[in-house]
Nanobody
Framework: VQLQASGGGSVQAGGSLRLSCAAS????????IGWARQAPGKERKMISC?????????YYEDSVKGRFTVSRDNAKNTVYLQMTSLKPDDTALYYC????????????????WGQGTQVTVSS
């Protein structure tokens, strides 16, 4: 069972990136999926998540609200994080995980973290 985050890179401020979280050994359609990030010298922080059935609106941490969009394509077993208007403060290692605040009652529980993908935003 693995999650693989990809799509990171180096961009200038104002640019965009789309991160992907692909799964092997599990169906992402069965889980709420979260995106967290860890900047150098800081604790890992949840920034967005999407519920299993998308009945409830996704969660966005205030610093990314209006700039990041989480979505899922269950047919491709992938969850995305579209990031726009990137800022240097967005520089971090980004992780996807099944352990998020979007976990709902009745959802199956399985804690899995991807290995992280680096996003670097220069001014």
């Amino acid at each position: 069972v693995q999650l693989q985050a990809s799509g990171g890179g180096s961009v200038q401020a104002g640019g965009s990136l789309r991160l992907s979280c692909a799964a092997s050994g599990l169906s992402l359609a069965d889980y709420a999926i979260g995106w967290a990030r860890q900047a150098p010298g800081k604790e890992r922080k949840m920034i967005s998540c999407i519920t299993r059935r998308e009945i409830i609106s996704p969660y966005y941490e205030d610093s990314v609200k209006g700039r990041f969009t989480v979505s899922r394509d269950n047919a491709k077993n992938t969850v995305y994080l579209q990031m726009t208007s990137l800022k240097p403060d967005d520089t971090a290692l980004y992780y996807c995980t099944t352990n998020s605040p979007c976990y709902g009652a009745g959802d199956p529980w399985l804690e899995v973290w991807g290995q992280g993908t680096q996003v670097t935003v220069s001014s």
